[in-house]
């Protein structure tokens, strides 16, 4: 059962509407408020980061079509937050007349991830060697030919931050996968030796023009994002390469809106590792770094306004997420988040979640580089680092 809390607003505003009330709907009704735009987000709790600063809330389970039916009447376009929806209950309003962004036949073939190998092959996209966990011979238990351990398995669907993914060291670890899981609904991956990981933000707007922020350089830690550094330190053959990819995809998809793309770069090239068609953690930097963030594009295109072309204002910018602490010896969280606050060129961004609990991304940090080369860019961002984890120490405390 949903409950709808909304009623018209000012006639000299546009309303839009995103669905799902975690960080990336905050931060996207955040620039909504600087653009004067009224945002109704549906989510199902009033506890959720969104909810604070949102104009309109509809309180109900993000895939209730039924109280997304009621948002839709309202909004001049509609956006989602994450790619967990029921493309088939939504479809019926889509024809109906309701406006998504991105559109159900752009977002669908981007929500499973075998249908994302599908594309890449389809479009002559490099990424790693795949196969659909059902192919796999269990008696006796073999890797294609040419594969060798280790390899990497992940579901098809719903898995992020290190979840739905699982690093098979040996046959032993294929066999006990095989027996835990639905096969359908996981996939193999063959290792790949990568120097960085990498990432691209870009969007679309409803004129086809495409706009990209720049290339940065990911860190995972735990296979969950630690640090992000803006721009990447690449030959301009790969950020060329990168954005031609990006754009393959969106013209291909007709995708209107925002899309992130995570590559692994080194001995075998550029490889796509995940599309996630939505705002993305690699380009939080944006909201600080650059003229127009990814939330301000992702606004822009729901509500019909031209998206201005994203530049950093900032010769650099280094991204650091916070994540939920094992209960122990660390220091209060007030303390912690007080000490960040007073870092010097820094921006504590906190999502309000109502618990710290171990492994979730609470927050994250942005630091604005002033290096004038990438060099010492680098050791910027390497000092802030140590400052910042000296607070908020890493899930890994050997990963520094």
Known sequence: MSSLSISTPSIHKTLIGVIGGGQLAQMLVEAAIIRDVNVVVQTGSIEDPATAKATKLVLAN????VATRDLVKHCKGVTFENEWINVRKLRSLEQEGATFYPALTAIEPLIDKISQRLLLQKLNIPGPKWTSLASIIDHPIELP???????????????YDGKGTRVIEDSNDLETLLRSVNQNHWFLESWVPYENELALVCSRDRAGTIRTFPLVETHQTNQVCDWV??????NHSVEVLAYNIACSLLTELDYVGVLGIEFFYGSKGLLVNEIAPRTHNSGHFSIEACNSSQFDQQLCISADLVPPNPELVHPGALMVNLLGLPKGNFKPLKQRLLELEALDNSFLHWYGKEKEIFARKLGHVTVLLQGKDSMSRRREAESAIQAIRSIWPPLNMNSL
């Open 62 to 65: 993000p895939i209730d079509a």
């Open 229 to 234: 550094l803006a721009p990447a330190e690449v």
């Open 145 to 159: 030919p040419g594969w060798t351990y280790p390899v990497m398995a992940k579901a098809t669907k719903g898995g």
